[in-house]
């Protein structure tokens, strides 16, 4: 005597994967869309790395490392033009505020776009993390299994002819 066992899924974690399939994808295309503005707006500004830069020199501002390299010669040039003095620091009168509260305006600038392009970065990641999690639980949420069931004595004797 043979028994059958049927292994059921648990309802919804199927619907459950799909819409976490979906909204993986979604993640996906939205960070992929960040990233490619936030990257075609700075190349719009024609911006290029300084020649004195510590790194990165000479090329085009289009990515988070190229903004955070233009950002840093930036302060490195506002330091020097006011002699080590930060915006704060300045006299109010100083000639050379306006050149510093402009470098600060510029670096803000680029390091608001440096963090667009880190969340963007961490929404695409996310994004393909729901998506192999969504397909888990798709395959986990499969259609009812049957199996036979050996008798509890342990499995029959072959039979012989």
Known sequence: MSSSVTVQSAKGVRGIGVFTIIAGILMIIAGAV????????????????????????????????????????????????????????????????????????????????????????LVIGLGVMFVLIGFALVRLGGPKVAAAAAPPGGPAPARTA
């Open 34 to 121: 960040v990233w490619f503005v936030v990257s075609s707006t700075l190349s719009d500004e024609q911006i290029t790395v300084s020649d004195d830069a510590s790194m990165m020199a000479g090329q085009e501002v289009a990515g988070p490392f190229t903004a955070y390299a233009q950002a840093d010669v930036i302060n490195q040039h506002a330091l020097e033009a006011s002699e080590g003095m930060t915006y704060a620091e300045l006299d109010r009168e100083d000639p050379r505020r306006d050149t510093v509260m402009n470098a600060s305006f510029l670096r803000a600038s680029l390091f608001t776009s440096v963090v667009s392009f880190g969340v963007s970065a």
